[in-house]
């Protein structure tokens, strides 16, 4: 059983910050590209940001300056630091990472996602 564990939303005023952490945990073998999505009502799941096993990242336009993307890679823990939020960030936000997961005969990769946390920025 691997799971993806986020934490960190809630309700914040415009122009303020909040940290979200996504541990996974399990019988991981290893962890490769982790990444936060994003999905406000009646829109698309939208990639936020992403980072690799190496350190690389990448953000969606809308995010870049505001939001900054880390790994923690001992502890399996991704993080998104939002700063200067803005109302149109409103979303319920998920983590997903492309795992190695250990079976009783051996490998399985896998993309695995987190139950989602809402980040709800007032105006």
């Known amino acids: 059983q691997v799971q993806l564990v986020e934490s960190g939303g809630g309700l914040v005023q415009t122009g303020g910050s909040l940290r979200l952490s996504c541990a996974a945990s399990?019988?991981?073998?290893?962890?490769?590209?982790m990444g936060w999505y994003r999905q406000a009502p009646g829109e698309q799941r939208e990639l936020v940001a992403n980072?690799?096993?190496?350190?690389?990242?990448n953000y969606a336009d809308s995010v870049k300056g505001r939001f900054t993307i880390s790994r923690d890679n001992a502890k399996n823990t991704v993080y998104l630091q939002m700063n200067s939020l803005k109302p149109e960030d409103t979303a319920v936000y998920y983590c997903n990472a492309g795992m190695i997961v250990k079976q009783i005969f051996g490998l399985k990769s896998g993309d695995y996602w987190g139950q989602g946390t809402q980040v709800t920025v007032s105006s």
């Open positions: 399990g019988r991981i073998f290893s962890i490769n590209g």
């Open positions: 980072i690799t096993s190496g350190g690389s990242t």
